[in-house]
């Protein structure tokens, strides 16, 4: 087999040629449109259950919401491992999966389960939820706001109304989480002793104010010629609309809301705070969403973040971007990768040429170096792995392999020619070439498959460290395995084309004589 793919590059070397030629550009295509990140998902999948219980105790969460929702969820297939935490209002609960399984069926099976065991839960209680699906590294930038101007009420709305919205609409954002500040609401501080002296409970101004607070249909008039329909006016918005509130009648007069309690903005109770720079603020955190590309969702960020510059500077808020940028961390690590590739592959041209001491030979041999990475790129996009720090730390480490197979091919070719053009009756160029590859094409292609058989050990890594260190063993096997095609076709096409009908030196090269 391998005689006859040698036979079929050197016979037809202009085909080889012009499919080595379209490789190179579809590997290009691929290395500019695939998905970066700054580590592979190295977790495995899980979701997450989150249900809000107000009112109750860290205990009671645990008892009435959490112990139910765990029993619902335990049967489902391919459950690896849950684990829970119950807090005051709050049960969190994240589910892990076995690796290898599907996350949107493993999402469908959780999903029936919750839609099982939600008319069980409490009154009160709001419905269990999956948050939004993301990758293991789901933190992708957090952007922070301070204010001179403005209140820490006022700057929270504007981050929840204006700035999160317009943040949620970029593609690949999968969640935005808001810390700190104060969140504004209508607070009833109601008196208990005039509730005494109207005879009203806490629970009928509670409904009070849902019911002036809430949006209900009017309905429509039928008529003999048409139906009007009844629209009712937007509920109250402003604390002096609510204290007007009618209440219940007493001794022929109204009791407002304003009667009873003291209606007023004010913050809710605070759960956290967040800090810039030593100033209060409000900290905005951003969650890709499941196979995103960091670096587009960064880019479709600060392309929100700029259309809502001006009106932000104008009401005196000022936006702190760099605290927490993902991007950054993978613009970095590639930037040392293409170094790194890009000074190895110097330093391969230069010992080639030293060893070699010819131009046409290295550079038939330095052809391996693009082709190979670039095959490698393109079957770690057709596996839905992304260009992260560790398949690109494998091609780095491939790079000194890749040319081997080449430059062992194109060195015999080069010894054989130079002794076919001094011998006393010259052989046809096509077979010296063809016997040339053939001599070395038995150990070169045993001395690859022994290299990659060093790597498999990584691929059988189980856990995290399997999954981390995975994708760098297949970006490696992978390039080294397209070394190999490319020496078994490329090469000895090139070297046919080359240095068949040039005049080789009969000599050694120096350092080699030397």
Not at 53 to 69: D, K, R, W, Y
Request: with cysteine; charged share 15%.
């Amino acid at each position: 087999m391998l005689n006859a793919i040698v036979r079929f590059s050197l016979r037809f070397r202009g085909i080889v040629i012009a499919l080595a030629c379209a490789l190179l550009g579809y590997g290009i295509f691929s290395l500019l449109s695939s998905s970066y990140d700054a580590f592979p998902d190295f977790a495995p999948p899980e979701v997450s259950v989150q249900t809000e219980a107000p009112g109750l105790s860290p205990e009671q969460v645990e008892v009435l919401v959490t112990q139910p929702i765990e029993n619902s969820i335990n049967g489902a297939t391919g459950i690896g491992s849950l684990r829970s935490r119950s807090i005051q209002g709050l049960s969190d609960i994240t589910v892990v999966f076995r690796s290898g399984t599907d996350i949107y069926r493993d999402r469908q099976l959780v999903a029936e389960r919750l839609s099982a065991v939600a008319n069980e839960l409490p009154t009160g209680v709001q419905p269990p939820l999956m948050t939004p699906l993301t990758s293991s590294t789901a933190w992708v930038m957090e952007v922070d706001f301070t204010s001179d101007k403005l209140s820490l009420m006022d700057l929270r709305t504007i981050a929840d109304w204006t700035i999160k919205p317009h943040i949620l609409a970029v593609p690949g954002v999968a969640g935005v989480e808001v810390n700190g500040g104060d969140v504004r609401q209508l607070q009833f501080q109601f008196d208990p002793q005039k509730l005494m002296q109207y005879g009203v409970s806490v629970e009928d101004v509670i409904a009070a104010a849902r019911q002036s607070t809430g949006v209900r249909g009017g309905g429509f008039i039928e008529t003999a010629n048409q139906r009007i329909v009844l629209q009712t006016e937007a509920p109250s918005a402003t604390p002096a609309q609510l204290a007007g509130t009618v209440l219940v009648h007493h001794n022929g007069a109204n009791v407002t809301l304003g009667d009873v309690a003291r209606v007023q903005e004010a913050p809710a109770p605070r759960i956290g705070a967040a800090s810039v720079a030593g100033k209060r603020g409000v900290s905005m955190i951003v969650d890709a969403a499941y196979g995103a590309n960091t670096l587009d969702v960064t880019q479709g960020i600060d392309k929100a973040l700029d259309e809502l510059q001006a009106g932000l500077e104008a009401q005196g808020i000022a936006t702190h971007r760099d605290v927490l940028r993902a991007a950054d961390f993978i613009t970095v690590a590639l930037h040392n990768v293409r170094d790194s590739l890009l000074i190895g592959g110097i330093l391969v041209v230069v010992v080639l040429f030293l060893f070699l001491f010819n131009l046409r030979t290295a550079a038939i041999s330095c052809t391996a170096i693009p082709l190979s990475l670039l095959a490698a790129v393109i079957a770690l996009n057709k596996m839905g792995l992304s260009l992260n720090t560790m398949t690109l730390g494998g091609l780095s480490i491939a790079i000194g392999e890749v040319v081997d197979d080449a430059v062992i091919d194109v060195e015999n070719i080069y010894r054989r020619l130079r002794e076919n053009r001094s011998a006393p009756n010259p052989g046809s160029l096509f077979q010296v070439v063809f016997d040339a590859s053939i001599e070395v094409r038995s150990a070169v292609v045993y001395a690859t498959f022994a290299v990659i058989l060093v790597f498999f050990p990584v691929l059988n890594m189980s856990g995290l460290a399997g999954n981390l260190f995975g994708p760098l063993g297949v970006a490696y096997i992978w390039a080294i395995l397209a070394s190999l095609i490319v020496a078994l076709t490329v090469t000895p096409a090139l070297s046919l084309i080359l240095l068949g009908g040039r005049d080789l030196p009969p000599q050694e090269p120096p350092l080699v004589i030397g």
